[in-house]
């Protein structure tokens, strides 16, 4: 899946209404916020893609592997 179309989902309110309905795990909204959080350290702070990871990964409270896996899941095609 890629970051426009889940954000078009979750604007939109059906990531929501799926997550409340039982359908998805709240791991979506956790791995949006993850890859939305890194990618705005990159354009702002200008760090590269891995200090960010490293970041991300306490900022978060998660291990780098976690993190790798969230931007993964929403990397453009």
Partial sequence: ??????NTLFNDGIFSEM????????????????YLWVQAQMRTRGITKNQAVL??????GRD?????RALNCFEEE
Avoid at 1 to 6: G, Q, V
Avoid at 64 to 68: P, V
């Fill in 1 to 6: 899946m890629n970051i426009t179309l889940a």
């Fill in 19 to 34: 997550y409340k309905a039982g359908f998805i795990t709240d791991k979506i909204f956790i791995y949006r916020e993850m």
């Fill in 55 to 60: 970041e991300a990964g306490g900022k978060f």
């Fill in 64 to 68: 780098e592997r976690t993190i790798w």
